[in-house]
């Protein structure tokens, strides 16, 4: 199973808006609506920010959105601020009991 | 609340055995699926294994299969992965990570450092 394809870097300065791309197959991300989006601070394990492609877990900020068209998902992060600033990681459900993860994006606030 | 503590990392020679262990508390392991992902230095996350709720079906990375175990004692709180025939490849932070019923994972543990080195 091949890692999903996410840019390695993007960039936005306090206040505007990111998006961050996330493709995979029709096998794991086409196939399902259970792409997961993780934020992950150096040294700190990764914490959950979006699943099943659009819904937020309580505590996370509704700055954060996902969507999902056809075999790429997106995370949307409005309203940059400096504490957004990490790697971000999405991840799908494969057929067959398993899970792939994307190969990262490191987030940069300017 | 939800807590997962990982123990067990540490140094082993190539070809080498380790279990490690994940101590949880805040919900019962017999109700839901529990994982292990990984992370090798500087690179990003990997799925490893899962063990369902019942402990019946056990799912595999193909990298780990046929090497790696993963087990659970619910009368502990505990999930285990054994993994053996350690390569270099293996060198990485080992998180154990709870499911939250909609194939995410909704809580991690702060993560134990298997290194392979001779």
């Known amino acids: 199973q091949s890692a999903l394809t996410q840019p390695a870097s993007v960039s936005g300065s306090p206040g505007q808006s990111i998006t961050i791309s996330c493709t995979g197959t029709?096998?794991?991300?086409?196939?399902?609506?259970?792409v997961s989006w993780y934020q992950q601070h150096p040294g700190k394990a990764p914490k959950l920010m979006i699943y099943?492609?659009?819904k937020r877990p309580s505590g996370v900020s509704n700055r954060f959105s996902g969507s999902k068209s056809a075999n790429t998902a997106s995370v949307t992060i409005s309203g940059l601020q400096a504490e957004d600033e990490a790697h971000y990681y999405c991840?799908?459900?494969?057929?067959?009991?398993?899970?792939?993860f994307g190969g990262g994006t490191k987030l940069t606030v300017l | 609340q939800v807590q997962l503590v990982e123990s067990g990392g540490g140094v082993v020679q190539p070809g080498g055995s380790l279990r490690l262990s994940c101590v949880t508390s805040?919900?019962?392991?017999?109700?839901?699926?529990m994982h292990w992902v990984r992370q090798a230095p500087g690179k990003g996350l990997e799925w490893v294994a899962m063990?369902?709720?019942?402990?019946?079906?056990?799912w595999y990375a193909d990298s780990v299969k046929g090497r790696f175990t993963i087990s659970k004692d619910r009368s502990r709180n505990t999930l285990f992965l054994q993994i053996s025939s350690l390569r270099s490849e293996d060198t990485a932070v080992y998180y154990c990570?709870?499911?939250?019923?909609?194939?995410?994972?909704?809580?991690w543990g702060q993560g134990a450092l298997v290194t392979v080195s001779s």
């Open positions: 991840c799908s459900y494969v057929n067959g009991g398993t899970w792939v």
């Open positions: 029709s096998s794991d991300v086409g196939n399902y609506n259970l």
């Open positions: 063990i369902e709720d019942d402990g019946r079906a056990l």
């Open positions: 099943e492609g659009n």
């Open positions: 990570a709870k499911d939250g019923r909609g194939y995410q994972f909704d809580y």
């Open positions: 805040g919900f019962s392991l017999a109700k839901f699926n």
